[in-house]
């Protein structure tokens, strides 16, 4: 937990910052302190641990809040999520915070179920509505089939407008510390261009300088490969069904909402490609060994 004694002028509150460790949460945290502005990282490995499937640990966390980055893992498409949310609302009322940001997802039908219970939930409320992350190329199940040269997905020719997990950061950022300015505001945050899943790859490809391929697969073929690499049968399940269900068209088109919350257009994807491949992150072993 980071007290610093500085804090930003709108929200002198303490926030919290669940999903800590994660791709959004970690950059919404770091961004904060850089601000001074006073932090508790939550998630189940931090010194106040936060367990979605343990309310036990909700008040201890929520505990002085005045503000809460909501990340919901595993995903508000998963099963239980609205139950979740909405039990976890009441606890927000019942430990006096003011504002909630909640990040969600574009067209999901479980997604749009939460976000309804945060908007009537009392309390004030940003949302932030994300499409495709661009970083689970290299910070989550995708980064060792780049690696290995090849990614393996069931989604086709529908493009995507993948968003970069920083924008996502800084969008969140602006409206915990100025929730004056993004108070019932709902952005819906893309990339300024829509990928194929293959197209992404192939910018991979370039950025990287070597061959990465994409092999597109059937979604029951997916989902057993996914099993039989230890996956479990649930988390198989719902990736599928992002995949097959989510990419179906719904969400190709471009939002405006990194530049409606921010003032400054979204960072496009061949530019998250090439400073992700300048740290190395993707670089294979025998290229690990030869520097």
Same mark, same amino acid.
């Given at each position: 937990?980071?007290?610093?004694?500085?804090?930003?002028?709108?929200?002198?509150? +303490?926030?919290?910052?669940?999903?800590?460790?994660?791709?959004?949460?970690?950059?919404?945290? %770091?961004?904060? !302190?850089?601000? &001074?502005? #006073?932090?508790?990282? %939550?998630?189940?490995?931090? &010194?106040?641990?936060?367990?979605?499937?343990? #309310?036990?640990?909700?008040?201890?966390? +929520?505990?002085?809040?005045?503000?809460?980055?909501?990340?919901?893992?595993?995903?508000?498409?998963?099963?239980?999520?609205?139950?979740?949310?909405? /039990?976890?609302?009441?606890?927000?009322?019942? $430990?006096?915070?003011?504002?909630?940001?909640?990040?969600?997802?574009?067209?999901?039908? !479980?997604?749009?179920?939460? !976000?309804?219970? *945060?908007?009537?939930?009392?309390?004030?409320?940003?949302?932030?509505?994300?499409?495709?992350? %661009?970083?689970?190329?290299? =910070?989550?199940?995708?980064?060792?089939?780049?690696?290995?040269?090849?990614?393996?997905? #069931?989604?086709?020719?529908?493009?995507?407008?993948?968003?970069?997990?920083? &924008?996502?950061?800084?969008?969140? *950022?602006?409206?915990?510390?100025?929730?004056?300015?993004?108070?019932?505001? %709902?952005?819906?945050?893309?990339?300024?261009?829509?990928?194929?899943? /293959?197209?992404?790859?192939?910018?991979?490809?370039?950025?990287?300088?070597?061959?990465?391929?994409? +092999?597109?697969?059937?979604?029951? &073929?997916?989902?057993? /490969?996914?099993?039989?690499?230890?996956?479990?049968?649930?988390?198989?399940?719902?990736?599928?069904?992002?995949?097959?269900?989510?990419?179906?068209?719904?969400?190709?088109? *471009?939002?405006?909402?990194?530049?409606?919350?921010?003032?400054?257009?979204?960072?496009?994807?061949?530019?998250?490609?090439?400073?992700?491949?300048?740290?190395?992150?993707?670089?294979?072993? =025998? !290229? =690990?060994? $030869?520097?």
């Amino acid at each position: 937990m980071t007290t610093n004694r500085n804090t930003t002028a709108a929200n002198p509150g +303490l926030t919290l910052v669940l999903g800590a460790t994660g791709k959004t949460g970690r950059r919404v945290a %770091a961004r904060l !302190e850089e601000l &001074d502005a #006073p932090v508790r990282r %939550a998630s189940r490995s931090s &010194d106040q641990p936060f367990d979605w499937t343990d #309310p036990g640990t909700w008040a201890p966390a +929520l505990a002085g809040a005045a503000a809460v980055y909501l990340a919901y893992s595993p995903d508000l498409a998963a099963p239980g999520a609205p139950e979740a949310i909405g /039990a976890f609302t009441a606890a927000m009322r019942e $430990a006096g915070v003011r504002h909630v940001v909640l990040l969600s997802g574009r067209g999901e039908p !479980e997604a749009e179920q939460c !976000e309804r219970l *945060v908007r009537d939930s009392g309390l004030g409320w940003t949302i932030v509505r994300a499409s495709w992350f %661009a970083q689970n190329f290299s =910070e989550d199940y995708l980064l060792d089939p780049v690696r290995g040269g090849r990614v393996v997905l #069931p989604a086709g020719d529908v493009p995507e407008p993948f968003v970069d997990a920083d &924008d996502i950061a800084d969008v969140a *950022v602006a409206a915990l510390t100025r929730p004056d300015r993004h108070q019932g505001r %709902a952005y819906e945050l893309t990339g300024p261009r829509a990928l194929t899943f /293959a197209q992404a790859v192939g910018q991979i490809a370039a950025a990287t300088g070597r061959p990465v391929g994409y +092999l597109q697969v059937p979604p029951a &073929d997916y989902s057993a /490969a996914l099993q039989d690499e230890g996956v479990p049968a649930e988390v198989a399940e719902m990736l599928t069904y992002l995949f097959t269900t989510v990419l179906d068209g719904r969400n190709s088109a *471009v939002a405006d909402g990194v530049q409606r919350a921010l003032g400054r257009p979204a960072r496009d994807f061949a530019d998250y490609a090439h400073r992700t491949a300048a740290t190395g992150v993707w670089n294979t072993h =025998e !290229e =690990e060994a $030869a520097r």
